[in-house]
């Protein structure tokens, strides 16, 4: 009687469920997916219960997409996985009369939020000579597929094994005056009566910086320009100019081995990396991972290990070539994104996802999900507009979810108004 009362219950959710998937596929296919915004878009949808390892709902989940800054994801993947608590600040190692350094990718180095500066007071406190030694840096100052006339756009540093200052330069600008730092480099200020707004430039070929203003206009902004990294006698010039001192170059490293020095707590950077969707460092993220399993950098080489290594179980093969999204050669489906999401939270205590992930009202969510039910990623490219994360119901379920949308002819807006209206019934009404 007992086994008949277990198999009884057994069925009973088994039909639930199932009910639950139909209405959800009824629902999401004439209030959603024949929406104005979604209806001429190529999308796919993929929602997923860790805990019964049922999906509630798929649509085209198995499609490839242009995923955007949703890479990002993949990156925090890797992050989590290879750089232990802490990240890689550089590898040094010294003798009688000198220091020698090899950079690891931390993007933290003498960047205005991150306090913290070990590196630093290594370099301010000795008094041998300091040498700079090359990693080994396969990549290229930017990713493949990224648009090369975005260069002196804030949200494209170029990539460096060394990085500076997040490798931009910072300019304050108040009426007739500008600050740059550092101010290693040229800035041509070029007053202009007829612009309605503070316009920053750099030439394409070299540090030359240009800032355009209203000379009406009495405000006080701020603005982020990337300069050209260039070689490591380039890096060299920047040291110098930082710690007023001589630094020489090793064409070879020395014999013997060298230190690890830790930086920043990993969170205090993944953090921000989702939050404001910070591209610079998710692609030094890889770099680091790289530089601290090989000793050299090689972003191409890194995908392949993690994909290899942790992602053998991907239910569909990933075409992921860099780590923040801004190529248009990435292609991932939204069952990728699932099995990622899943694997770490199976992996790492969620409130340390809830915390790294933006939830409604916050970061890149910011007027989204004021209810605060989601933890997600967005992802933002012409045509290309995505979310993935983690969505925790009413009844107190914790789903995996993944909605990617490529070909839009409607706005960016209207698309995540769409999305956020799927998700919002699902949170109330499951």
């Known amino acids: 009687m007992r086994n008949y009362i277990i198999a009884c219950g057994v069925v009973l959710l088994a039909t639930t469920a199932n009910a639950q998937q139909a209405a959800i596929a009824r629902w999401a296919a ?226 013997g081995k060298f230190t690890l020095l830790r930086s920043v707590p990993v969170d205090s950077m993944f953090t921000p990396m989702m939050h404001r969707s910070d591209n610079f460092f998710a692609e030094q993220t890889l770099m680091m991972s790289s530089a601290l399993l090989w000793d050299s950098i090689n972003t191409k080489r890194i995908i392949r290990y993690v994909i290899d290594t942790y992602l053998t179980s991907l239910p569909q093969e990933a075409q992921w070539v860099d780590g923040s999204g801004l190529s248009r050669y990435n292609l991932l489906t939204p069952r990728d994104f699932v099995t990622v999401l899943t694997d770490m939270y199976k992996s790492y205590p969620k409130q340390r996802l809830w915390e790294i992930f933006p939830t409604g009202g916050k970061g890149t969510l910011k007027n989204y999900y004021k209810e605060q039910f989601v933890h997600a990623k967005t992802g933002t490219l012409t045509g290309s507009v995505c979310l993935s994360g983690y969505l925790v119901t009413k009844n107190n379920k914790t789903l995996v979810f993944s909605v990617l949308v490529n070909n839009n002819r409607e706005s960016a807006t209207s698309v995540r108004r769409a999305v956020e209206k799927l998700l919002t019934k699902i949170y109330k009404d499951y």
Not at 35 to 62: F, M, N, R, V
Not at 118 to 124: F, K, R, T, V
Not at 194 to 223: A, C, G, M, W
């Open 30 to 255: 004439t209030e959603v997916l024949q929406s104005p915004p979604l209806k001429d878009a190529h999308t796919g949808i993929s929602i997923y219960e860790p805990a019964t390892s049922k999906y509630w709902y798929q649509y085209q989940d198995e499609k490839y997409f242009s995923p955007a800054s949703n890479t990002k994801i993949f990156s925090l993947f890797t992050g989590l996985k290879l750089l232990g608590d802490s990240l890689p600040a550089a590898r040094y190692l010294e003798n009688d009369t000198a220091i020698f350094i090899k950079g690891t990718g931390d993007p933290t180095f003498l960047h205005p939020d991150f306090p913290y500066q070990p590196l630093l007071a290594l370099l301010q406190q000795t008094k041998k000579q300091i040498w700079l030694v090359s990693t080994g840096n396969a990549n290229r100052r930017f990713g493949p597929g990224w648009a090369w006339s975005d260069y002196p756009d804030y949200y494209q540093p170029e990539l460096s094994e060394m990085p500076m200052y997040g490798n931009v330069v910072r300019i304050r600008h108040q009426k007739d005056s500008s600050w740059m730092t550092p101010d290693l480099y040229n800035l041509t200020l070029l007053p202009d009566d007829t612009s309605s707004e503070v316009l920053t430039d750099r030439d394409e070929r070299n540090n030359n910086f240009s800032i355009r203003y209203n000379r009406k206009d009495r405000s006080t902004s701020t603005y982020e320009v990337p300069y050209i990294t260039g070689s490591i006698l380039d890096l060299k010039e920047r040291l110098e100019d930082t710690l007023h001192r001589s630094i020489g170059v090793a064409l070879t490293a020395p014999a």
